[in-house]
């Protein structure tokens, strides 16, 4: 499953679809790919219910997309989505992460590095696998659980 912005009669909202489906390039609707299909091949952009529309109603129904597709609440929830998508990709299960830390030796401790110009924690993403960090200036082992890095 993968989450999309899917136009439905005219109004985006982020939903969840099908790995296969395909964006209807006239409406902007995720479908099938059966309906883009014919013996098994690809052999167009729109989807079924689109083709066959006439064609005055075909250009309306893609201006409409258009139109949809330039307004403020379509790009609040590409914002929106993109937001939810980085935010998935630096960060990680709480399990995974508790299985990794109890894979380091006793007495370990955790931190997450930054480097360059305002480095700041906030921006430090999870990895899967703490690293240990070289030159530490402890008598103890130092793992790093993310990086923060901002090459200004």
């Known amino acids: 499953m993968k ?17 296969d ?3 209807c390039s006239v ?10 299909q014919r013996d098994g091949k690809m052999v167009r952009t729109n989807c079924l219910r ?9 250009a309306a129904e893609k201006k409409r997309t258009a139109i949809v597709k330039a307004s403020r609440e379509y790009l609040r929830l590409a914002r ?15 399990e995974d992460l508790i299985a990794a830390l109890q894979a380091l030796p006793a007495g370990s401790r955790v931190c997450i590095e930054q480097d360059g110009y305002y480095a700041h924690g906030a921006f430090a993403c999870l990895y899967e696998k703490p ?3 070289s030159g530490s200036a402890l008598n103890e082992p130092l793992f790093s659980l993310g990086q923060s890095s901002q090459p200004y």
């Open 3 to 19: 989450k999309v912005i899917n136009i439905i009669d005219g109004i985006p909202k982020i939903d969840t679809v099908p790995d």
């Open 21 to 23: 489906y395909i964006e």
């Open 27 to 36: 409406s902007g609707e995720y479908r099938p790919p059966a309906e883009f």
């Open 50 to 58: 689109t083709f066959n529309l006439p064609d005055q109603f075909f």
């Open 80 to 94: 929106q989505l993109e937001d939810q998508t980085n935010q998935l990709s630096a960060s990680m299960p709480v």
């Open 131 to 133: 690293q240990e960090v």
